[in-house]
Protein backbone atom coordinates (compact mmCIF):
# COMPACT_ATOMS: atom_id res chain seq x y z
CA UNK A 1 0.00 0.00 0.00
CA UNK A 2 1.01 3.52 -1.06
CA UNK A 3 1.58 5.72 2.36
CA UNK A 4 -1.09 8.25 2.97
CA UNK A 5 0.62 10.66 5.27
CA UNK A 6 3.55 11.80 3.35
CA UNK A 7 5.43 15.34 2.36
CA UNK A 8 5.49 14.88 -1.08
CA UNK A 9 8.66 15.95 -2.47
CA UNK A 10 7.79 18.50 -5.59
CA UNK A 11 11.85 18.68 -6.91
CA UNK A 12 15.17 17.42 -6.56
CA UNK A 13 18.75 18.91 -5.86
CA UNK A 14 21.20 17.09 -8.10
CA UNK A 15 24.87 17.29 -6.27
CA UNK A 16 26.94 16.73 -9.11
CA UNK A 17 30.20 16.91 -8.30
CA UNK A 18 30.36 19.52 -5.89
CA UNK A 19 32.88 17.44 -3.31
CA UNK A 20 35.53 18.28 -6.09
CA UNK A 21 35.48 21.95 -4.99
CA UNK A 22 37.64 24.09 -7.54
CA UNK A 23 37.74 21.66 -9.52
CA UNK A 24 34.25 22.17 -11.07
CA UNK A 25 35.61 25.18 -13.21
CA UNK A 26 37.69 22.82 -15.03
CA UNK A 27 35.47 20.03 -15.48
CA UNK A 28 33.11 22.71 -16.67
CA UNK A 29 36.01 24.16 -19.55
CA UNK A 30 36.39 20.54 -20.18
CA UNK A 31 32.95 19.30 -20.77
CA UNK A 32 31.90 22.43 -22.42
CA UNK A 33 34.82 21.88 -25.15
CA UNK A 34 33.58 18.61 -25.37
CA UNK A 35 30.05 19.04 -25.68
CA UNK A 36 31.10 21.62 -28.79
CA UNK A 37 33.03 19.25 -30.44
CA UNK A 38 30.68 16.41 -30.01
CA UNK A 39 28.26 19.13 -31.50
CA UNK A 40 29.94 20.12 -34.17
CA UNK A 41 31.10 16.97 -35.54
CA UNK A 42 27.51 14.97 -35.22
CA UNK A 43 26.32 17.99 -37.29
CA UNK A 44 29.24 17.59 -39.85
CA UNK A 45 27.90 13.96 -40.59
CA UNK A 46 23.87 14.93 -40.72
CA UNK A 47 24.90 17.36 -43.24
CA UNK A 48 27.41 16.02 -45.41
CA UNK A 49 25.59 12.90 -45.99
CA UNK A 50 22.73 14.84 -47.10
CA UNK A 51 24.31 16.59 -49.41
CA UNK A 52 26.92 14.36 -50.83
CA UNK A 53 25.01 11.81 -52.98
CA UNK A 54 27.68 9.40 -53.36
CA UNK A 55 26.97 8.50 -49.65
CA UNK A 56 23.18 7.06 -50.43
CA UNK A 57 25.05 3.84 -48.72
CA UNK A 58 22.81 2.27 -45.90
CA UNK A 59 26.12 2.55 -43.91
CA UNK A 60 26.35 6.20 -44.23
CA UNK A 61 22.14 5.90 -43.89
CA UNK A 62 22.67 4.48 -40.61
CA UNK A 63 25.55 6.81 -39.38
CA UNK A 64 23.45 9.92 -40.00
CA UNK A 65 20.64 8.25 -37.89
CA UNK A 66 23.41 7.77 -34.83
CA UNK A 67 24.77 10.92 -35.62
CA UNK A 68 21.40 13.04 -35.06
CA UNK A 69 20.79 10.85 -31.98
CA UNK A 70 23.55 12.00 -30.46
CA UNK A 71 22.67 14.84 -30.89
CA UNK A 72 19.51 14.70 -28.80
CA UNK A 73 21.07 12.01 -26.64
CA UNK A 74 23.81 14.22 -25.34
CA UNK A 75 21.96 17.46 -24.97
CA UNK A 76 20.02 15.67 -22.82
CA UNK A 77 21.81 15.82 -20.01
CA UNK A 78 25.06 17.97 -20.32
CA UNK A 79 23.41 21.25 -20.43
CA UNK A 80 22.40 20.13 -16.83
CA UNK A 81 25.53 18.84 -16.43
CA UNK A 82 27.16 22.08 -17.24
CA UNK A 83 24.28 24.50 -15.29
CA UNK A 84 25.29 22.23 -12.47
CA UNK A 85 29.04 22.80 -12.28
CA UNK A 86 28.74 26.55 -12.77
CA UNK A 87 26.33 26.79 -9.92
CA UNK A 88 23.63 28.23 -12.45
CA UNK A 89 20.64 25.53 -11.40
CA UNK A 90 21.45 22.72 -9.15
CA UNK A 91 17.62 21.78 -8.52
CA UNK A 92 15.22 20.27 -10.91
CA UNK A 93 11.35 19.89 -10.36
CA UNK A 94 9.99 16.92 -10.08
CA UNK A 95 7.90 16.69 -13.49
CA UNK A 96 10.94 17.86 -15.63
CA UNK A 97 13.03 15.11 -13.65
CA UNK A 98 10.85 12.50 -14.80
CA UNK A 99 10.93 13.97 -18.67
CA UNK A 100 14.61 13.78 -18.47
CA UNK A 101 14.81 10.37 -17.28
CA UNK A 102 11.83 9.44 -20.19
CA UNK A 103 14.27 10.95 -22.80
CA UNK A 104 17.37 9.63 -21.79
CA UNK A 105 16.58 6.01 -21.42
CA UNK A 106 14.20 6.79 -24.82
CA UNK A 107 17.39 7.64 -26.45
CA UNK A 108 20.02 5.46 -24.73
CA UNK A 109 17.80 2.56 -25.76
CA UNK A 110 17.60 3.46 -29.38
CA UNK A 111 21.22 3.96 -29.79
CA UNK A 112 21.55 0.44 -28.70
CA UNK A 113 19.38 -0.51 -31.03
CA UNK A 114 20.68 1.25 -33.73
CA UNK A 115 24.85 0.09 -32.55
CA UNK A 116 23.05 -3.41 -33.60
CA UNK A 117 21.47 -2.84 -36.57
CA UNK A 118 24.40 -1.18 -38.31
CA UNK A 119 26.69 -4.22 -37.03
CA UNK A 120 24.24 -6.78 -38.69
CA UNK A 121 24.52 -3.97 -41.72
CA UNK A 122 28.07 -4.29 -41.73
CA UNK A 123 28.06 -8.08 -41.35
CA UNK A 124 25.93 -8.24 -44.81
CA UNK A 125 28.21 -5.96 -46.30
CA UNK A 126 31.24 -8.11 -45.83
CA UNK A 127 29.87 -11.89 -45.34
CA UNK A 128 27.17 -12.11 -47.99
CA UNK A 129 27.90 -9.43 -50.41
CA UNK A 130 25.61 -10.63 -53.33
CA UNK A 131 22.43 -10.63 -51.00
CA UNK A 132 23.30 -7.45 -49.59
CA UNK A 133 21.63 -4.55 -52.02
CA UNK A 134 18.72 -7.12 -51.76
CA UNK A 135 18.24 -7.33 -47.90
CA UNK A 136 19.43 -3.61 -47.40
CA UNK A 137 17.01 -1.79 -50.03
CA UNK A 138 16.25 1.11 -49.13
CA UNK A 139 12.69 0.10 -47.78
CA UNK A 140 14.57 -1.98 -45.71
CA UNK A 141 16.50 0.53 -44.22
CA UNK A 142 13.73 3.07 -43.43
CA UNK A 143 11.60 0.07 -41.66
CA UNK A 144 14.44 -1.23 -39.75
CA UNK A 145 15.69 2.34 -38.73
CA UNK A 146 11.59 2.89 -37.98
CA UNK A 147 11.59 -0.02 -35.88
CA UNK A 148 14.50 1.32 -33.84
CA UNK A 149 13.48 4.70 -32.84
CA UNK A 150 9.86 3.28 -31.80
CA UNK A 151 11.06 0.65 -30.29
CA UNK A 152 13.06 3.26 -28.09
CA UNK A 153 10.05 5.09 -27.59
CA UNK A 154 8.24 2.24 -25.92
CA UNK A 155 11.69 1.49 -23.92
CA UNK A 156 11.23 4.99 -22.30
CA UNK A 157 7.61 4.73 -21.24
CA UNK A 158 7.78 1.59 -18.52
CA UNK A 159 11.07 2.82 -16.49
CA UNK A 160 9.95 6.36 -16.25
CA UNK A 161 6.34 5.83 -15.28
CA UNK A 162 7.19 3.11 -12.71
CA UNK A 163 9.34 5.48 -10.99
CA UNK A 164 7.06 8.33 -11.19
CA UNK A 165 5.08 6.00 -9.28
CA UNK A 166 6.79 5.83 -6.26
CA UNK A 167 6.99 7.79 -3.20
CA UNK A 168 9.76 10.64 -2.52
CA UNK A 169 8.79 12.39 1.18
CA UNK A 170 13.04 13.63 1.74
CA UNK A 171 15.75 13.46 1.16
CA UNK A 172 15.51 15.11 -2.08
CA UNK A 173 19.14 15.47 -3.17
CA UNK A 174 20.11 12.98 -6.12
CA UNK A 175 23.78 12.73 -5.86
CA UNK A 176 24.12 12.47 -9.38
CA UNK A 177 24.50 15.12 -11.85
CA UNK A 178 20.70 13.90 -13.62
CA UNK A 179 18.29 12.21 -12.60
CA UNK A 180 19.18 8.15 -13.49
CA UNK A 181 17.33 5.44 -12.57
CA UNK A 182 19.39 3.82 -9.61
CA UNK A 183 20.20 7.36 -7.19
CA UNK A 184 16.25 7.62 -8.04
CA UNK A 185 15.19 4.69 -6.70
CA UNK A 186 17.36 4.56 -3.84
CA UNK A 187 15.94 7.75 -2.38
CA UNK A 188 12.23 6.18 -2.65
CA UNK A 189 10.32 6.18 0.86
CA UNK A 190 8.16 3.21 -0.72
CA UNK A 191 9.16 -0.40 -1.63
CA UNK A 192 10.71 -0.07 -4.78
CA UNK A 193 11.65 -3.67 -5.32
CA UNK A 194 9.60 -4.25 -8.27
CA UNK A 195 10.41 -1.70 -10.39
CA UNK A 196 14.45 -2.64 -9.67
CA UNK A 197 13.11 -5.98 -10.95
CA UNK A 198 11.58 -4.93 -13.57
CA UNK A 199 13.77 -2.35 -14.64
CA UNK A 200 16.94 -5.08 -14.13
CA UNK A 201 15.04 -7.37 -16.49
CA UNK A 202 14.28 -4.23 -19.00
CA UNK A 203 18.00 -4.05 -19.14
CA UNK A 204 18.60 -7.12 -19.57
CA UNK A 205 16.94 -7.08 -22.77
CA UNK A 206 17.96 -4.74 -24.06
CA UNK A 207 21.53 -3.74 -23.44
CA UNK A 208 22.53 -7.68 -23.31
CA UNK A 209 20.92 -8.78 -26.16
CA UNK A 210 21.73 -6.01 -28.30
CA UNK A 211 25.51 -6.19 -27.31
CA UNK A 212 25.48 -9.82 -27.68
CA UNK A 213 24.10 -9.46 -31.29
CA UNK A 214 26.84 -6.95 -32.29
CA UNK A 215 29.01 -9.23 -30.94
CA UNK A 216 28.05 -11.94 -32.63
CA UNK A 217 28.11 -9.95 -35.87
CA UNK A 218 31.26 -9.15 -35.43
CA UNK A 219 32.69 -12.69 -34.77
CA UNK A 220 31.41 -13.21 -37.96
CA UNK A 221 32.84 -10.63 -39.66
CA UNK A 222 36.50 -10.85 -37.94
CA UNK A 223 36.23 -14.62 -39.59
CA UNK A 224 35.79 -13.64 -43.22
CA UNK A 225 38.52 -10.91 -42.51
CA UNK A 226 40.72 -13.52 -41.75
CA UNK A 227 40.03 -15.19 -45.15
CA UNK A 228 40.97 -12.11 -47.03
CA UNK A 229 44.01 -13.25 -48.81
CA UNK A 230 45.55 -9.67 -48.84
CA UNK A 231 47.78 -8.12 -45.97
CA UNK A 232 47.12 -4.93 -46.33
CA UNK A 233 43.40 -5.46 -46.73
CA UNK A 234 42.97 -7.59 -43.76
CA UNK A 235 44.76 -4.85 -41.95
CA UNK A 236 43.02 -2.09 -43.07
CA UNK A 237 39.61 -3.77 -42.45
CA UNK A 238 40.70 -5.12 -39.36
CA UNK A 239 41.39 -0.99 -38.22
CA UNK A 240 37.69 0.01 -39.07
CA UNK A 241 36.02 -2.96 -37.30
CA UNK A 242 38.87 -2.70 -34.36
CA UNK A 243 38.34 0.99 -34.20
CA UNK A 244 34.09 0.65 -33.65
CA UNK A 245 34.56 -2.77 -31.93
CA UNK A 246 35.95 -0.23 -29.02
CA UNK A 247 33.88 2.33 -29.33
CA UNK A 248 30.58 -0.39 -28.62
CA UNK A 249 32.67 -1.94 -25.95
CA UNK A 250 32.93 1.23 -23.96
CA UNK A 251 29.37 2.19 -24.63
CA UNK A 252 27.62 -1.49 -23.46
CA UNK A 253 30.45 -2.41 -20.93
CA UNK A 254 29.49 1.00 -18.98
CA UNK A 255 25.70 0.77 -19.33
CA UNK A 256 25.78 -2.89 -18.66
CA UNK A 257 28.21 -2.39 -15.42
CA UNK A 258 25.30 0.15 -14.46
CA UNK A 259 22.08 -0.95 -15.14
CA UNK A 260 22.40 -4.61 -15.19
CA UNK A 261 24.05 -5.46 -11.71
CA UNK A 262 22.40 -6.71 -8.33
CA UNK A 263 20.74 -4.74 -5.84
CA UNK A 264 24.24 -4.21 -4.71
CA UNK A 265 25.37 -0.74 -5.79
CA UNK A 266 28.61 0.66 -6.32
CA UNK A 267 29.39 3.75 -4.91
CA UNK A 268 27.96 7.41 -6.13
CA UNK A 269 31.39 8.68 -7.23
CA UNK A 270 31.97 5.36 -9.16
CA UNK A 271 28.70 5.30 -10.62
CA UNK A 272 29.52 9.14 -11.77
CA UNK A 273 32.83 8.25 -13.71
CA UNK A 274 30.51 5.33 -15.49
CA UNK A 275 27.66 7.78 -16.45
CA UNK A 276 30.42 10.09 -17.82
CA UNK A 277 31.68 7.71 -20.19
CA UNK A 278 28.38 6.45 -21.97
CA UNK A 279 26.73 10.85 -21.75
CA UNK A 280 30.04 12.37 -22.42
CA UNK A 281 32.98 10.56 -24.00
CA UNK A 282 31.30 7.64 -26.52
CA UNK A 283 28.94 10.42 -28.29
CA UNK A 284 32.55 12.62 -29.08
CA UNK A 285 33.95 9.27 -30.31
CA UNK A 286 31.38 7.75 -32.83
CA UNK A 287 31.27 10.61 -35.30
CA UNK A 288 35.28 10.45 -34.82
CA UNK A 289 35.49 6.75 -35.42
CA UNK A 290 32.59 5.74 -37.69
CA UNK A 291 32.81 8.97 -40.15
CA UNK A 292 36.13 11.20 -39.97
CA UNK A 293 38.28 8.60 -39.85
CA UNK A 294 36.76 7.04 -43.30
CA UNK A 295 38.29 8.28 -46.36
CA UNK A 296 34.90 8.33 -48.54
CA UNK A 297 33.32 10.66 -45.78
CA UNK A 298 36.59 12.99 -45.63
CA UNK A 299 36.49 13.13 -49.37
CA UNK A 300 32.85 14.05 -49.16
CA UNK A 301 33.65 16.70 -46.66
CA UNK A 302 36.30 18.32 -48.39
CA UNK A 303 34.32 18.53 -51.25
CA UNK A 304 31.29 19.93 -49.29
CA UNK A 305 33.91 22.40 -47.79
CA UNK A 306 35.46 23.47 -50.89
CA UNK A 307 31.93 24.01 -52.33
CA UNK A 308 31.23 26.63 -49.73
CA UNK A 309 34.27 28.19 -50.26
CA UNK A 310 33.89 28.66 -53.86
CA UNK A 311 30.04 30.01 -53.54
CA UNK A 312 31.14 32.86 -51.16
CA UNK A 313 34.87 34.01 -51.76
CA UNK A 314 36.28 37.46 -51.04
CA UNK A 315 37.61 39.51 -54.06
CA UNK A 316 39.01 42.93 -54.62
CA UNK A 317 36.06 44.63 -54.53
CA UNK A 318 34.54 42.95 -51.50
CA UNK A 319 32.61 39.59 -50.88
CA UNK A 320 31.93 37.92 -54.10
CA UNK A 321 29.83 34.53 -54.00
CA UNK A 322 29.25 32.50 -57.10
CA UNK A 323 28.44 29.24 -58.13
Request: proline content about 5%.
Amino acid sequence: MRVQNVTEVTEFQLLGFQTLGEWQALLFAVFLLVYLLTLTGNVLVVAVVSQDPRLRSPMYGFLQQLSFLELWYKSTVVPLLLANLASWGRSISFPACMVQLYFFVFFGATECFLLAVMAYDRFLAICSPLRYPLLMSPDACRQLVALCWLTGVGTGLLPSLMISQLDFCGPNQINHFFCDLPPLMQLSCSSAHVTEVAIFVLSVAVLCVCFLLTLVSYVFIVSAILRIPSTAGRRKTFSTCGSHLAVVTIYYGTMISMYVRPSAHLSPDINKIISVFYTVVTPLLNPVIYSLRNKDFEEALRKVMRRQGLRCGVGAGGQVCRR
